[in-house]
């Protein structure tokens, strides 16, 4: 009820108490008073409590809110805590395998390091052994990790041949002492030819190189007892020069036998297979 009808009802009220001044009317008149600020008060105290029912359901609303909101990030919380796991255990992995790897390739190392100390020593060992021949004749040189003995074809065969002159006999006796000393040792026997025809005997370079390395191989074999299943022998013909065939100095260079030494590379070989 608003002020404006209390005051019309309060005027009128007064008016009657006017007209009628007993006692029993004004004490009717109190009470009619009272009455209306009863009622006007029970009026805004219900306004208040709707407005508080109102502000309470707001704020439930609001809590119910915040609640969905927490267990949403409980849940991107739950999921970043499985994903940093599965990731851990991931890079976990990662740094074993990468740990076994290095392992790996520190053994390769140490392995490749010992061949190449190995080939080394074989050089200096054949070049002393061999020091008594001149360079025109032979040389000795490391490459790739293998020992190369090149022996002209003046040392070891006269022209056309694969018969071993004596002094390629000699030669070939001081590079078995050196093998026989090192058993572990690869050796492969390679016959070359320079580009010109070969005219009798054989029925081409390929033929001659292939027995001129024969013949050495059966030499340090059978003579000087070098251990068969570690010799291999070849003949490249005139397909693989180390001189231009143009000239008879080239021609003369390219006429040659290369005893290729090797340290045993069964270890390394293992590696890489597992690789």
């Not at 001081?174 to 070969?198: C, M, R, Y």
């Not at 191989?217 to 059978?222: E, F, H, K």
Request: net charge positive.
């Amino acid at each position: 009820m608003s002020n404006r009808n209390i005051y019309f009802i309060l005027l009128g009220i007064g008016f009657l108490a006017t007209l009628n001044s007993c006692v029993p009317k004004r004490k009717l008149l109190a009470s009619q008073i009272y009455a209306v600020q009863l009622r006007t008060d029970s009026t805004r105290l219900a306004n208040q409590v709707a407005d508080l029912q109102g502000q309470v359901a707001d704020l439930k609303n609001q809590i119910n809110g915040y609640q969905n909101d927490i267990a949403s990030l409980n849940g991107q919380v739950a999921n970043l805590s499985y994903n940093n796991s599965d990731k851990q255990s991931q890079l976990d992995n990662n740094r074993k395998t990468l740990a076994q790897q290095q392992a790996r390739l520190q053994h390769l190392q140490s392995l490749l390091n010992a061949q190449k100390k190995k080939s080394e020593e074989i050089r200096k060992k054949m070049a002393d052994a061999l020091s008594g021949f001149s360079s025109n004749e032979l040389t000795v040189s490391q490459k790739n990790g293998k020992v190369y003995v090149s022996m002209q074809e003046s040392l070891l065969f006269p022209s056309g041949s694969a018969t071993v002159s004596q002094k390629g006999v000699d030669a070939l006796s001081k590079l078995a002492s050196v093998l026989n000393a090192n058993p572990d040792i690869q050796i492969e026997v390679e016959g070359h030819t320079d580009s010109i025809p070969i005219k009798y005997k054989f029925q081409d370079n390929w033929e001659l190189s292939t027995a001129r390395a024969n013949s050495i191989v059966r030499i340090l074999v059978y003579q000087y007892n070098v251990n068969p299943q570690s010799v291999l022998a070849a003949g490249h013909s005139q397909y693989d020069p180390v001189a231009p065939n143009a000239t008879p100095e080239g021609r003369a260079q390219n006429r040659r036998t290369e005893i290729i030494l090797s340290p045993n590379l069964d270890e390394l070989y293992k590696i890489i297979n597992q690789e």
